[in-house]
């Protein structure tokens, strides 16, 4: 089976429950073979966007498919998915062997020896009831489950949420190592905004509802610039380029721009910079009124990696 090019892809889509809207003109094209991070402030419509994408419940309105044109849900997406929902909680009661043996009667793929070697190697005992293990502990068990299957796609919903900084980066390190080993693509919500620099390639980010900014991480940082220079000169600069975020500190302004790769055409007393994730992250959730969206660029690009393949 030829390997998609895209792990999501969702044009217009809408989530309601009862009179609200829980997402709303969602258009999404994810390429795969990334780590994915789709990050928002509470109630931004992150945990739907998953449960959409495992199929565990339906859309509204819009279209949204999985690895490269499949129903989520159809057993073919089903077989090929792994998910950990948000504060996954597996029966307590029972042992992480167990738990195996339920997860290999349940999927025509598992690798058994792969979450066995997982847990062994985090010296969590197989004879554990889930229930007595640590957070950390616990979020590996679900992690050696998903993985047990050989997903294609990994969802996590808020994966690293209830971790020391410790279990944090063990969890990442097994995440990363199976996506270097296998080719998988993970996509994962987060608030930890500071630690995605180091772990995603790719960003979505959802704001009431509709996705705010999405793209290669590489592409959002080289596409933006923090200017500074004198306040009396920044509406003119600020006239003449797309500002995410514009703040005026006394004499002096700093505002974060949009220039699609370039430097900023500014010169004289200005300075200008670029800037890490976190702060292109928070600047865009500070500003919901800003977007970071594939435009014709993007389009181009995946029409080209189709033409290519
Ligand atoms: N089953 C449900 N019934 C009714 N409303 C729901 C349901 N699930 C989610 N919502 C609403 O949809 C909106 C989006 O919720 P969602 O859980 O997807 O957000 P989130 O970004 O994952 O938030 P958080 O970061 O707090 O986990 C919220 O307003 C929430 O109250």
Redesign the pocket.
């Known amino acids: 089976m030829r390997a998609p090019d895209t792990v999501i892809d969702c044009g217009g889509l809408g989530k309601r429950?009862?009179r609200?809207w829980?997402l709303r003109d969602c258009h999404l094209a994810v390429p795969a073979g990334r780590v994915v991070a789709l990050v928002?402030?509470?109630?931004?419509?992150?945990?739907?966007?998953l449960n959409l994408a495992a199929g565990l419940t339906a859309p509204s309105e819009g279209m949204l498919s999985v690895l490269g044109g499949e129903l989520p849900g159809s057993p073919r997406a089903l077989d090929r998915i792994g998910f950990v929902a948000?504060n996954a909680a597996l029966y307590p009661g029972l042992t992480a062997a167990e738990l195996l043996r339920i997860g290999r009667g349940l999927n025509r793929r598992w690798d058994e020896a792969r979450a066995r070697t997982h847990l062994d190697g985090l010296g969590i005992p197989l004879d554990s009831r889930y229930g007595r293990l640590s957070g950390g502990q616990q979020a590996q068990v679900s992690l050696a489950l998903a993985l047990a299957k050989r997903p294609e796609l990994l969802l996590l919903?808020?994966p690293l949420a209830a971790l020391d900084p410790l279990a944090r980066h063990d969890f990442m390190a097994v995440l990363l190592t199976a996506v270097a080993e296998d080719g998988l693509s993970v996509l994962f919500?987060s608030?930890a905004v500071g630690e995605l620099e180091q772990t995603c390639d790719y960003l979505v980010v959802?704001v009431g509802?509709r996705v705010q900014v999405s793209g290669e991480v590489d592409d959002l940082l080289a596409g933006h610039r923090m200017l500074t220079g004198p306040t009396s000169e920044a509406d003119a600069v600020a006239a003449g380029l797309p500002v995410v975020r514009d703040r005026r500190a006394g004499v002096q302004s700093h505002l974060l721009v949009r220039t699609g790769g370039a430097d900023a055409p500014v010169g004289g007393s200005w300075r200008q910079q670029r800037i890490g994730l976190e702060e292109l992250v928070l600047s865009y959730l500070r500003e919901p009124a800003a977007s970071a969206l594939p435009g014709p660029s993007g389009a181009v690009r995946r029409a080209e990696r189709v033409l290519q393949s």
């Open positions: 429950y009862r609200s829980a928002g402030p509470n109630g931004a419509g992150k945990s739907t966007l948000q919903d808020e919500s608030h959802l509802g």
